[in-house]
């Protein structure tokens, strides 16, 4: 074939936005995205991103169970499949919440390309403009980015150091009806909050779903993390105490490898069937490709013990974070102790802007994720998540001490301009 000069090269089209629909102009890069370009330089410290760390997860079992299931099941792992997900699969998904007390049908499983999928699905058949999503305060900012493209408002309900607070969802229910706005769903991470690392206990979650449930709001929960605990096993899933009331979603991102894409919703069965049509129209189908590596890889591995081997890597750097804080952050500093995941949220004093702060860090060579970027209504300017799940405990240690010395500079720097 021999190489043809494009006819038309006058440069980007014109009137771009009038010519967009109108929902674009809500499709705005995360605050995080353009963070990581930066972070992701090798000299730089890197606690801003969430990235799962696969040095736990041997790659030559992975390379057998991929060449295994090409040989013996390559005609159906390389073809379309089913738009609600593999049925074997969906039967081990079901395996796997029973870990979290949940007792589940596969028939009400929708496998998704990733946690995130499901998110975008659940804003797409529930979302009008201008509709309520509850969401705790921080809150994880991809669920945000899609709540926000599909024009929801999202209204942030009081937590504490043990999660949402019961009565503040009280209060936010009352006050966004008495605005007269519709609520649509509570968005909630109860295991280990992306950004706080703060587990829900028990009895608040009875409560929340015992409110969410008597005002008719749907609880959509988000658990990415909930078998990452170091310690001791998270409380049962909502989901495990009612499967009428509760959206549920899962994903392997954490617990095996987050480049497989596989993550999926177990749903209550009314929702089932928009759910898959909503889902065939943006993918047509998951992977099967993903789909059978993973029903593999779960039906002939040890993937309990893995979990655990993750658990253990997690916990050594989540202490050299919280060592390392203990140790360089000045005494005004307040942070969260997570007991799993991957996320320690640092509150510092309220003239101290993390946004701002952000370049001088850089050039410290140490990068985290600014408090805003979990809030949709510009809250948390003086707060950072910091991830400890990726780099190794030293590196940590590197980047919290650099971090700490930033912090301590810009107090002093403040201080000395409020006695001018
Ligand atoms: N929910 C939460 C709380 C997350 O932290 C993430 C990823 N960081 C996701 C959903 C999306 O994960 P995935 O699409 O890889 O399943």
Redo the contacts with the bound molecule.
Sequence with gaps: MSDVTPRFTTGAPQNLEERFAGRAAHMQPSEIRSLFAVASRPEIVSLAG?MPNLSALPMGMMADVVQKLILTNGAEALQYGSGQGHPKLREQICEVMALEGIRANPDDVLVTT????A?DLISRIFIDPGDVVLAEAPS?V??LGTFHQYEAKVVHVETDELGLVPDGLRAAIKSVRAAGRKIKFLYT?PNYQ?PSGVLLPADRRTEILTICRTEGIFVVE?N??GLLGFDKPSPNAMRAEDSENVIY?G?F?KTIA?GM?V?WALVPPSLKEKLIIASESSILCPSNFSQLTISSYLADQPWRDQIASFCELYKVRRDAMLESLDEYFPASAKWTKPGGGFYVWVTLPPEIDTKAMMPKAIVAKVAYVPGTAFYADGFGSWSMRLSYCYPTPERIREGVKALGGVVKTEMSRRSGNQLN
């Design positions: 969430g990733g946690s995130q999928q998110l994880y991809g669920a991470i992306n988000d990415p993390y979603l994903s991102s987050p894409r993550g």
